[in-house]
């Protein structure tokens, strides 16, 4: 079923209504096991990434389950749910036990925790990302993603180079948040440091 979902998905979002381009992808298909965290404006982002990612999870907002369809149909593509702005553990431990259950395993998570609008530059890094990747002992590939892209139009999903939590970042809540802000800084970087190599100019 996977399969032939991400096959669907690859057609319609990443080659019709948007034009997805990658780089830099080797560096998430290098690793057996990874937390990818992107910036997030765009509702359908998750899919972008989704089509092109062998043993990929996603964490999603709990209210995208609400309706039982939807919510079998997000489950059985590993889609689980987070109640945003709650201590929610059990999703949490989910994700962390996520990597003891394959040898390749990967997490997809939003450390803004929402889309960003337009009159935005970026959103506040949430910490849950970097404690996941920490207790889980994976490392974290920040990721740029066209912000507010327009259908048809051509889109960017470049990814970092890999980070790791270590220890005394995650024992001391200060250094963790302060991690959490520039792992998210890197993840907008990226798109200067690709118009700059590359002579170009994208959103």
Same mark, same amino acid.
């Given at each position: ?8 998905? *690859? ?18 298909? *290098? ?10 404006? &765009? ?16 964490? /999603? ?24 702005? !709650?201590?929610?553990?059990? +999703?949490?431990?989910? /994700?962390?036990?996520?990597? +003891? ?19 935005? !530059? ?13 207790? /889980? ?15 048809? +139009? ?32 890197? /993840? ?10 590359? &002579?170009?100019?994208?959103?």
């Amino acid at each position: 079923m996977i399969k032939f979902v991400k096959f669907i998905i *690859n057609i319609v979002v990443c080659h019709f209504l948007y034009r997805v381009r990658y780089v830099n992808k080797e560096a998430e298909e *290098n690793l057996d096991k990874c937390l990818i965290c992107p910036n997030h404006s &765009n509702t359908l982002e998750p899919l972008w990434i989704y089509a092109k990612t062998d043993n990929l999870w996603i964490m /999603a907002k709990a209210e995208l389950f609400k309706y039982k369809f939807f919510g079998y149909l997000f489950r059985k593509c590993h889609v689980f749910p987070i109640r945003r702005g !709650e201590k929610d553990v059990k +999703s949490v431990m989910h /994700a962390i036990n996520i990597f +003891s259950e394959g040898e390749k395993r990967k997490l997809l998570i939003f450390p803004e925790g929402k889309r960003i609008k337009k009159d935005k !530059e970026k959103g506040i890094a949430k910490v849950g990302a970097a404690y996941i990747a920490y207790k /889980a002992n994976v490392p974290i590939i920040p990721v740029y993603l066209t912000k507010n892209a327009r259908l048809f +139009s051509k889109v960017y999903v470049i990814y970092g180079k890999p980070v790791y939590v270590t220890k005394e970042i995650a024992e001391d809540k200060a250094k963790l948040n302060e991690f959490a802000k520039s792992m998210l800084d890197e /993840a907008y970087k990226l798109k200067g440091d690709y118009e700059k190599k590359n &002579n170009v100019k994208i959103k």
